[in-house]
């Protein structure tokens, strides 16, 4: 296990409905872009923290601090979210996930809202 940890305060993720889109005559769904637009971000945000990969089995803590007081889905945060990591280069693969802890905190005064992160390595029990 390596002593890395990746940190990143990022804007909450958009739903699975916005982020997945079906164009007619494709077979499959492509990634909306509002969803580009977010892997983006977080790619960004990655680089510039100057961060590394972590290779191997992760565990994932998510605080999720949303932009107000409406009713919002903790676990709509984790596929946009997730995926966004994967192309940022912060792990391989989300299946190196395998353990998660998430919490919804209380609203913040920003409209992006927030997810903190917090990546670190894990150990297969």
């Known amino acids: 296990m390596t002593g890395e940890v990746i940190e990143l305060e990022l804007p909450i993720a ?3 409905n916005r982020y997945r889109r079906y ?13 580009r637009k977010f892997k ?3 790619k960004h945000r990655f680089f510039e923290s100057g961060q590394s990969k972590i290779p191997g089995p ?9 932009p107000d007081n409406r009713k919002r ?3 709509n945060q984790f596929k946009c979210l997730f995926d966004s990591i994967v ?4 792990i391989e693969d989300d299946s190196q996930i395998i ?3 998430a919490y919804k905190r209380e609203a913040i005064d920003n409209p992006a809202g ?3 992160i917090r990546i670190t390595p894990a150990e297969r029990r």
């Open 14 to 16: 958009i739903s699975e």
């Open 23 to 35: 164009v007619p005559g494709c077979n499959h769904p492509v990634i909306s872009h509002e969803g």
């Open 40 to 42: 983006e971000t977080v």
């Open 58 to 66: 992760v565990s994932v803590t998510l605080e999720f601090y949303p």
């Open 73 to 75: 889905d903790l676990d």
């Open 87 to 90: 192309h940022a280069g912060c």
């Open 99 to 101: 353990e998660l802890h």
């Open 114 to 116: 927030l997810n903190f």
